[in-house]
């Protein structure tokens, strides 16, 4: 991910989603402010993005892809409920960004499964490259 327009793309690509429930919670507005520091968005900036329309941008790279499905999955987890439209909505995401269904199955039963919610980054990478053979 290399310009600020990618970034800012990523990160209302995670905002719509985190209000796909019909609200934001505090522990995902939370999240999005901590993946917002990361990507270099102000607190400011990630503020206004609440109140823009905006259209994704295709993520060209598999590894962003794949990463970029994993934090919707996380920010999915964040509030402690899973919600039938947060799933029904990421698998549309991640079929949309060209991920194989059976990866992102096994990797949100696995972060289901895990009391963290977290899975290693090893797996996540694996699970994705095993669908390649």
Do not use: W
């Amino acid at each position: 991910m290399n310009t600020k327009a990618e970034k800012v793309s990523l990160l209302c690509d995670m905002i719509a989603f985190a209000i796909v429930d019909g609200e934001l919670h505090e522990r995902e507005y939370m999240f999005l402010s901590i993946i917002a520091v990361e990507l270099g968005i102000s607190k400011e900036e990630l503020n206004q993005l609440f109140h823009e329309e905006h259209r994704s941008e295709i993520i060209k790279s598999e590894f962003e892809r794949i990463q970029q499905f994993y934090r919707l999955a996380l920010l999915m987890h964040c509030d402690g409920v899973l919600h039938e439209r947060e799933q029904i909505k990421i698998r549309e995401i991640g079929i949309n960004m060209g991920l194989n269904p059976f990866a992102m199955k096994r990797v949100l039963k696995a972060m289901e499964e895990s009391p963290t919610s977290m899975v290693h980054p090893d797996f996540l990478l694996e699970v994705f490259q095993e669908q390649h053979n």
